[in-house]
């Protein structure tokens, strides 16, 4: 990660109309609920996504992100993330956005590979769970 984040907040309405980001306090909701109530699923989950506060309104947004190896010496760039809004080129042409996309595969605390339901929750809020600083 950067050491200061591109766009140091963005509201949740925001990140709809210039991320596409739909439906994000409700699936950052249900990340939370599910790093604290692990192996919780289903109807659970949902209900525990539900009655979690979120006492914020915006995030930090980082457009690019290193990933670094983790077990290797000396530490390298082994991949990264861009992000591009829309923009206006010099002749008033609209240049659409862009859009990396990662797919992090990540363990659970025993080592074992996460299942795939759990997977896709996790890259899904890979990036926001570094930006809200939420631990699990």
């Known amino acids: 990660m950067t050491q200061h984040p591109s766009i140091k907040a963005v509201s949740f309405d925001d990140l709809d109309k210039l991320y596409g980001a739909v439906q994000f306090q409700d699936a950052l909701a249900e990340f939370i609920a599910h790093i604290n109530y692990p192996g919780t699923s289903g109807n659970a989950l949902r209900a525990h996504a539900v009655n979690t506060l979120i006492s914020f309104c915006s995030i930090s947004i980082f457009h690019k992100v290193k990933f670094t190896s983790k077990n ?48 896709q929750s996790c890259c899904h809020l890979y990036l926001t769970q570094n930006a809200v600083q939420v631990t699990g």
């Open 72 to 119: 290797i010496e000396p530490v390298e760039i082994v991949d990264v993330i861009h992000v591009q809004l829309e923009q206006k080129d010099t002749c008033g042409r609209i240049i659409p956005k862009r859009f990396d996309t990662a797919l992090v595969l990540t363990k659970c605390q025993d080592g074992t590979h996460r299942n795939d339901h759990e997977f």
